[in-house]
């Protein structure tokens, strides 16, 4: 015993204390809200009817995230209000910016775990898929799955889940996380969560002749969640995707029809404003 106590004390007096589990979980309150600059960058290669279109997309606004609602299991309804919205791409070497644009609002819902259960009423772990990394119809909340049960640094914990943003098919998603370590963002305490994710995409809509999708996508996120106050502060995260759209005859594209190879690869930051 006394040998025991001797070790407890040389480990104490070198400051090794054991490290604490923390349960983290995103837990909003109804009216709170959050305020970021959102950055997206991507990199596309569009091949159509035997031609190749290379274009790379940079978008830059002010973000809110205003808490509207919070039911018993944690799932948040959050608004989200872009402004000073710049939108730039580059096409066979040339460049234009758009700016002044009204602005852009969103409706998401977010699991505790950080799982973006859907945008604008649909089931979509990112947005539209093959545009995640492109901005057009991306999500603007980025976040790491988090974990069921309380975690230290360098625990892991692996999900599956599966979506359906409509029609026929499903988007089925595999994400495997680390709780990296704790830093201090702008004096406040975070977790930082890792998470990198694939997913399979084969979903169609208009039932035949329709729309269709097939492809995949892959991201490796970072987000850096408030132990206080459960929230994110801030998120890094790279993408990339491939597949291939067919633009049936009833999906209402005009002369567009017949498939589309649809490939890039992008970031999207969001930073405390």
Known sequence: MRHLALIALVLVACGATPVQAQTLSLAYRSGDSYKYTFHSTSQRTIIAGGVTIPTNIEITASEVARVNSVDSSGVADLTLTLTNFMYKTTTGGISNTT????????????????????????????????????????SYFV??????????????????????????????????????????????RAAVVETMSDASIDISTGGSGGLSMKGTMASDVTTWID???????????????????????????????????NKGTGTTDLTPA
């Open 227 to 261: 132990l206080i106050n459960h929230r994110v502060i801030r998120s890094h995260s790279t993408e990339s995707d491939d597949g291939t759209i067919d633009f049936g005859s009833s999906a209402n594209m005009g002369a567009m029809t017949g498939p589309m190879t």
């Open 143 to 188: 976040t790491a799955v988090l974990p069921s049960s309380a975690v230290k640094p360098g625990d892991t914990w692996s999900k599956d889940y599966t979506q359906n943003p409509g029609g026929a098919g499903a988007i089925k998603v595999t994400t495997r996380s680390k709780y990296l370590r704790d830093e201090s963002v702008n004096g406040i």
């Open 99 to 138: 700016s002044g644009l009204p602005d852009i609002t969103t409706e998401i819902t977010v699991a505790a775990d950080g799982r973006v259960l859907s945008l604008d009423g649909k089931q979509v772990p990112a947005g539209n898929p093959f545009l995640a990394s492109s901005g057009v119809g991306a």
